[in-house]
């Protein structure tokens, strides 16, 4: 070990203080604590050596950009390093063994909101680029890290700037560190992402709220009337009824459903103790990996109006709210899709009360050409660290930065997964493999070298 | 007016008081609230003259029943009078347009918590006996008061006091003050109630919240299960769907139907100016007094579960609730309506969840003979008091007691109404029209003359 190199105590210790910062950025009472992520990151980027670090701030008042640069490889290619500082809410917190923002390391790996999703993933990127620079000096490529909080929260910030294609983000390729591994100590590339369209559906009844007693009956109730239109959105058996909502899936290629079909995977030990559910519920037909990473989903997250606390209120609510989400596939449009919602909440509206779709954001899904240059490079660091043949699969999540990169700045993305498929993201007891953590290092590390060789 | 009788300044002063007490039984954090007002409660029948004024304590650990009585009219009948000291939550707390504990008087109304459901309603009760007690030196009737602090929470403790049968009740009729004018101006004595099952849905998915990325497309999403279950039990057009629910219904007599015709009811200005709704919601064929006094009802009061703050939250929940009420008509049973709604519950489960029904609290609905002498006798007092011949409706609410007091004492319910249809119960800005306060103290101290005459 060059004494550059940092011990794994060093770098778990960094981990925990910046999982210590409560940096949720959908809540604005933790408005000061995403700050305090974003200064702690824009510290890490210039102890790592990295050049031109300094927040960026919102004109519009969203939470700060951090940018860091080291541009000193003349004729190598530039890389654009992504990953955001801010995390989910922790709720419900009585399901967390230990307390989401106290690290706790257990059999392994390391617990608290964010370990995997993202910070201990970006903690990875700026380490290696550290160790390397540190370690000899300089890099082989140029590197520019830009990095967000905004993620969980509409990631509006980082959609604008990159927009504006400002000259910081020239690059050849964005290196993005917020998937997952398919399996423990199987090497993956993220090669497809789904986009999402988050909104809520308002639904409104009488002017005031209504006694069910005397109302009851004969008074419109707006949670009825959102019962009827989630059902009316889709159906028992998971089948999406939203008109036109599947005109322009493009399907996977039999290579690629071939390639799905070879991955080590046992559907019955997924339901048991990874998703720990009863039963599979997916559009009928469709296999998991189709329903997972091929086709679109509706989602409804939550139902505000009412009253939901202990005892009983016989409220007949003025309003309802349901927060609901459509993952998209390739080539749905988000606008269409906003359209196509809205539509089928207006047709579904029951008499009596009025709705409306509302979107929140949007962002189309990506697929990634697996014969680029950089990608094959991802793979082949992956594959030394890890011995073992690095596999492309597809994400049935969403990270909307892939696609504003490839349409502003013409880049692909290289989606080197650290995480792993038990991780807990967006749940309690949210987790990191340490194991994962520190080869994604050394693997980020020689990727780099193979990078700039 | 006699040295004895209160100044109208006097009696809103003591109402206003009362009003300030937030006695909101169902939410743990006001228990000593809801005790103050017991002690107040008893304060007030003490100063009015009552003997053996006390609270009952609940050796269940519920909230106190209060007693009192004076019981020197031998040979005169014996009056039960009830009401309820305990109110109902105050929110959505940004709606009031005066605090909902700080009783304001605007337009000849006074506006707080409480102020028609019960307290204000109830204090009419005492001032009434007071009055005749202070003004004549005793009673011509005898009279037992049992306040309890539960109405709005289950009522369990008086229900239990009530089912033991004391000697303490004994009486010839009850006296309930907990319903409303028909219009104002317009005496109304109340003879049907629709009685209530109050339960919860619960539904259950996996076993922890889920990334609906990750799971989104193949998870079961307990809310989306609970849409469908909420949508199979009542369809779009408001008709309930529960199997066997119709079964036992008592239609009205043609006679009471035809009574209810010659009301004085406007449908268009009650949807407009007092349902404050663009459309009525009620089952196909009914009439709206059928509808809210004679049919049963299914509605769903809040839906708990997942994420519904601010922001974005891709959350699929574990579980999700639904608070459900069903309102019940004669000749309804309590017990086969939650047996009815467990099966249908059980019956339009989806598969990937389980659901169950969980009945919370339950009471059967009454009808009143208005053939009764003191239903006769309340009536001719309150066409006295207001020149206007009093009408007989019934309620779509539910006053479980009166159940009850038929059940375990054999006595009919007299159900003088000095609430107006406009007083938003339940609902903010609850208000009480003070000229039917001071109408209804008159009016239930002519009542106690004509009962012992």
Redesign the interface.
Known sequence: MSSHQQTREQLLETLKDYLRIPSI????EHRADVRRAAVFTAGQMRAAGLDNVELMEDPEGGHPLVYGDWLHAPGKPTLLFYGHYDV??A??LQ?WITPPFEPDVRNGNIYARGAADDKGLLLILIKAAERVLRGQGGLPVNVRFLIEGEE???GEHIARYTASRPQRLQAEAAVICDTEMFAPGLPTICVGL?G?V?GEIHVQ?????????????????P??A??????AL?D???RILIPGFHDALRPPTEAERAAWARLPFDERAYLEHE?????????PG?T?FD??WA???F???????????????????ASA???V?A?LVADQDPDTAIAQITRAVNEAC?????ARFQA??AGPASLVDTDNRFIRLAAQAMTEEWGVETVYVR????IPIVGLFNEHLGIPSVMMGFGL?DD??????EKLNLDNFFRGISATARFLELAGA
């Open positions: 950025s959908t809540l604005p989910q809410p709720d419900p399901e969980e929260s509409g789904r999402l988050y009844g009488a002017r005031t709220d209504l006694h069910s007693g005397v109302y009851g009956g004969a008074a419109p109730n949670l009825q959102l019962a009827h239109i989630l059902a889709k028992r058996d998971g998703m720990k559910a009863q039963a599979l519920v997916m559009e469709a998991l329903s997972l086709r679109p989903t989602e409804v997250h939550g139902i505000r109006g009412g009253f939901t606390g202990e005892g009983a209120k016989t409220v007949i609510p709210v349901a927060k989400s993952r029951p008499r009596g009360v009025t929140i954001h994400s049935g999540g969403s498929p807990n993201l967006h749940a309690p007891n």
